[in-house]
């Protein structure tokens, strides 16, 4: 898998962040997710078709996703309720629209699906076993979120 | 969301439960799930985009994954390891599959993304607010599991 797949993810993560939220989060050393690894508390997930396939899960520590969704909203949250369900899914969505569009203009056209949202604490999402997964850590003021991107080429 | 949109996923989890795991589940009572109702134990989730956009999820209490993924492979499975995790993901790609099928032979197209599978008691999967989701109840003799369809037509 090409560095130039990975990272308009990263790319419009920080993007997305800094303009909608006023966040700028430091980002760790990528590394390949184990297949028992878990994820944070709360995920945002959103399937890719096309010439790119897979998923980009956006996962957050409970303590990161109040602190990334207040300052999206604009107004403090203090439990992961519908809105901050939404906030985060919505966050993903946009993720994942912004690679989208880097992508094509490299050349890689793909269609994104309909967020989903998983929360449970050490919940974990798996994927199919011939499918390499990169995690990208981030750290926020309030804790850490990641970027998960199980991707690969079409065919 | 016409019925004949949902029917297919209903008819490929019957068939690929009776052909591929001899199992057959009993069917309960379709129902709108809340926003804030959980999913059981262990999910596999693929997403949906084309004409029918958004995402199914089958999702098994575990001892009736532990029970389904025993007769689809085969032999006895105990506790939801990577092989299970495969399994679910691998039968809900067999359903989302055979549900394409159909809808394409419907003037649906669609494409369905990489499966991935979310483990951890009481997790809950959200989607989009303006998305409904409905919730097919099946129960086999080790326990219940759902197919949910969170699923609109495009444009």
């Known amino acids: 898998m090409n560095v130039e797949v990975f990272n308009p993810f990263i790319t419009a ?9 006023g966040i700028d989060p430091s980002r760790g050393t ?8 878990g994820s944070y508390d709360v995920s945002g997930v959103i399937g890719l078709t096309g ?10 520590r409970e303590s990161a996703a109040l602190h990334v969704v207040s300052s999206f909203l604009g107004e403090p949250v203090t439990c992961v309720d519908e809105q901050v369900k939404d906030a985060v899914g919505e ?11 880097a992508l094509a203009d490299s050349g890689y056209a793909l ?12 919940h974990s999402i798996s994927r199919p076993k011939e ?6 850590p981030f750290e ?8 998960e991107l199980c991707l690969r080429l079409a065919g």
């Open 13 to 21: 993560t920080l993007d997305v962040l800094q303009t909608m939220a």
């Open 111 to 122: 269609t994104i699906s309909i967020p989903s949202v998983v929360v449970g604490p050490n």
């Open 51 to 60: 010439q790119v396939q897979g998923f980009v899960t956006l996962s957050f």
């Open 140 to 147: 926020t003021d309030a804790g850490p979120f990641s970027v």
């Open 131 to 136: 499918i390499p997964c990169f995690e990208i």
């Open 91 to 101: 966050l993903t969505n946009i993720v994942a629209g912004g690679a989208k569009r």
């Open 30 to 37: 990528p590394r390949l997710k184990g297949r028992d690894d």
